[in-house]
């Protein structure tokens, strides 16, 4: 058949000879003609069929039940039909159609399907009648008798056939005449595709079994080889080559972005600048490193190697073959060695100035002990009245703070022992800082906000003091112009929270803000990491927030940063509370379950993140939730929807317009909107003003879930 198809082809297409040799059925995909048409029939209820010259039906729809049922039944009637269908395709030109009104009395319309010159089939609308000449019952009735069919079954099929208005027909009819050149133009596409497949078939033919060696020679190596045909861009990859990346040879196609799809971004430009510069004649062969996914999501490095073959006039490549090794055990092997060399020497790091601590403050114990004993013994001669006791009482508390200094030596070096016990934060806080009020800048003003429950910890004093002395003294410097630092205590009571990373429990939080300098989210990641440091070389030593970072997690804690340039840091730290009958009595307060909702609330804040997540948890609570990634988007959301948002969760450092701007633009629109400031700064510092100017209420990140809920339903309830 395909012989018949490239001979109908090549020779002279207009010849009548040859139409026959043509069969439509092979041209063409009959399902997708037939969807076509019956997308196009449930559209339009207009009918239609396609036929090949032998009256064969490729695709039809919507044939009539007056047709099918008694004139295409009845021999006599038949006769009419096949009549009708010879009257309506002779002669037809290309191009054209024709409307006939065959003996039954039915009206069609045909057109002509060629390929390239060649009649090959044609295409009928179904049978109709024009709006403009309603069929003739009294015909039919006659009809029916002359035939002998049931006139009332055959009235109803009548009733049946669709009346349409020339118009309609003739925009049907544009629709089946584009179907028909798309048709022909698959028709004739797939018999020159015919041509080019056989062509191909006698090349396959000829190289077989200079393949078939090929190929077995590719898979005794383990190596991956391609050969790449620089002309054509098609790259042919040995079973190897794919087997190393975990996948089927069918599954890796032979083309060149079957290579580059796969390369790790990070070394494509690399990858590929190798290969281009020996394509140019800029180097004979390579040797070039990179990675490559693998089936199973894993990166896979490869060492890829290639040299050029043939070049044209210019010097460029005409093919290039080359291979490629996985070496991923070997790099596997150097970053492990590497990773063990950078723990070995941090550790090594730590240890040494765990012993330099350590030793220092065994021999400054040592010259505070005679220093101690000298003066004792200095004190005990002298009169209660004599002028050099204050002088004495002052020197023993500067020893009294040095032994303290050491204390924390020790600490960091761990050679000290712990000692917890039970501990009232506020008084912790309220001695540190009168200690730190007599060591830093007076410019710098400290303010207190301690919780009225008198929170307990399990903690030891000393390193608590420590915590609180190294935050505090990291605010004063980030203030070297003055500023205020802000120190609060509360109780707060974590649930299964994924900010914090805490087990569910009561804590008592501990936060240390200033207005100073602030930090960005760079800086953010390191500033727990022993020996980092912001500070001039001789200002820090960079162990103030590791060794807080460490004694809070000794005590089973967690500790928060929030900062921005320009805006200030807080560090809240969360202590494991002491439960007992004062504190369960507090919990069982807070562990009612809140109150769900069906207020709408439009939350507005520009990290993604704290915004889905905080869209989940009210809407699990029963809210409608609408949300904002910054002042403006909120903005235009308020004017299209503020009459039905009840609330707005508002966060104060956003890029653009800022909240506060914000909720003062809001409160323009509508002076009762209900705002409530969700911020990491503190109520009483940097957020305080923006509460003073008509928010509802604040609630500070990282907030607990159940907080938030509370907070949410006390303001809407208000």
Known sequence: MVKNHLSCQTSNESDPQQKNRIELARLIKQNDIQRLMDDFYKLTNIGGALLDLKGNVIA???WQDICTKFHRAHPDTAKNCIESDRALTRNIKPGSLRVYRCKNNMVDVAMPVMVGKTHVGNLFSGQFFFEDEPPDIQVFQDQARQYGFDENEYLDALSKVKLWSRETIETAMNFYAHLAEVISSIGYANLKLESVLEKQKQLIVKVSSSEKRFARAMEVTQDGLWDWDITTNEVYYSPGYAQMLGYKSTEVPNHLNSWLDLIHPEDKETAFKVNMDCIENRCDSFSVEFRMLARDGNWVWINGRGKAFGRDENGRALRMVGTHTNITERKNAQEAQKKMQGQLIHAQKMESVGMLAGGIAHDFNNLLHAISGNIHLIARDKPEDHPDNMRIKSINKSIERAGQLVSKLLVFSRKAETHRKKLSLNREVSEAAAMLERTIPRMVNIELKLGNDNPLIDADPVQVEQVILNLGSNAADAMSDGGKMLIETKKVQVGKDRYLGLNPGDYVALSVSDTGTGMDKKTMQKIYEPFFTTKEVGQGTGLGLASVYGVVKAHEGNITCYSEPGQGTIFTIYWPAISGSEAVEKVQDMEHEPVKGSETILIVDDEEEIRELTKEILESWGYDVLSADSGERALHIYEQHGKDIDLV??????????????????????????????????????AGKVLDSGAYGFIGKPYQLNELIRKVREILDS
């Open 649 to 686: 969760i508002m966060d104060l450092n956003m890029p653009g317009m800022g909240g506060s701007q914000c909720m003062q633009l809001m409160l323009e629109q509508d002076p009762l909107v209900r705002i409530l400031i969700s911020s990491g700064y503190s109520a009483n510092g940097q």
């Open 60 to 62: 039809s729809v919507g």
